[in-house]
């Protein structure tokens, strides 16, 4: 019976330091385990979508999606949807055209033309930025930029002679290819959200085509009257190409350097 005892007091004392054994094993190891995950650093995020506040007052949808191959560089690209709307702004483009036309004013015609002037388009802007501060879209930065319109659109012209009122419907496309340099700063807000603001001045060349769309009969006289006031106007830098006939109006509008500006406040989501 002794012997018995003895022996399963035996086996209960080497369970006890077996089982203290292994928790002296097994703690350090966890301490150490933990030690090293907060060791590891946090992983760099490295993608951002944004959406530009501002443009959404004027109905127009500009996203951004960030990349960061490396802390101080960034790719960038763009991308504008304007659903169907009118022209924003329009007496600041009239008085920029007026200007261009020796400051003659416009006629009732080309007022009807803006204030009837419906478009919808898209524009793309491939971007490569340099940051200057902290990097990983954080801070300063330079953003050499190019940018891709294209849109269409539709208005009407009131053709006026002594004897006859016209309404000439046209349609046409406005296509542009510009380069520019942006100059922006971006905050990270927490760690998922960021603030960037930029400034982009540009230079773009512009093509201009449309038609009439509208059904009418011109005479030969009234034919020449319509190129005299088609041909007054033009675009900054730019020059006019029209062909007319009795029953038709088609007219090309280019311009070469024209400037235009990048103005943004985008929202962005990290990740």
Request: proline fraction near 4%.
């Amino acid at each position: 019976m002794k012997t018995l005892f003895t022996s399963i007091l035996t086996g209960c004392m080497l369970l006890f330091f077996a089982k203290i054994n292994a928790q002296e094993f097994t703690e350090p190891s966890e301490e150490l385990l933990l030690e090293e995950v907060d060791a590891t650093p946090i992983p760099v995020k490295q993608h951002v979508f944004k959406l530009n506040v501002p443009s959404l007052a004027v109905a127009t949808f500009s996203l951004q999606y960030e990349f960061f191959p490396m802390n101080w560089l960034s790719l960038n690209l763009g991308y504008k949807f304007t659903p169907n709307r009118g022209m924003v702004a329009k007496d600041k483009v009239i008085d920029i055209i007026d200007d261009s036309n020796s400051g003659k004013g416009l006629t009732n015609p080309f007022q009807k033309f803006f204030e009837d002037f419906e478009f919808k388009g898209n524009a793309v802007t491939p971007e490569i930025r340099f940051y200057l501060g902290e990097g990983y879209g954080k801070g300063f930065y330079l953003g050499p930029f190019a940018r891709i319109d294209h849109y269409k659109f539709t208005s009407a012209y009131a053709f006026r002679t002594l004897s006859e009122n016209y309404t000439i419907d046209f349609e046409g496309k406005h296509k542009a290819f510009g380069y520019g340099l942006n100059i922006g700063a971006q905050f990270p807000i927490g760690q998922h959200f960021t603030i960037d603001t930029f400034i982009g001045p540009y230079l773009s060349n512009v093509k201009i085509d449309f038609h009439s769309t509208s059904n009418y009969q011109l005479t030969d006289q009234e034919v020449e009257l319509f190129r005299e006031e088609l041909n007054e106007f033009q675009l900054p830098n730019g020059t006019t190409d029209i062909v007319l006939s009795n029953s038709s109006a088609q007219a090309k509008l280019t311009a070469d350097q024209f400037f235009n500006l990048r103005v943004g406040l985008a929202v962005g989501y990290r990740f």
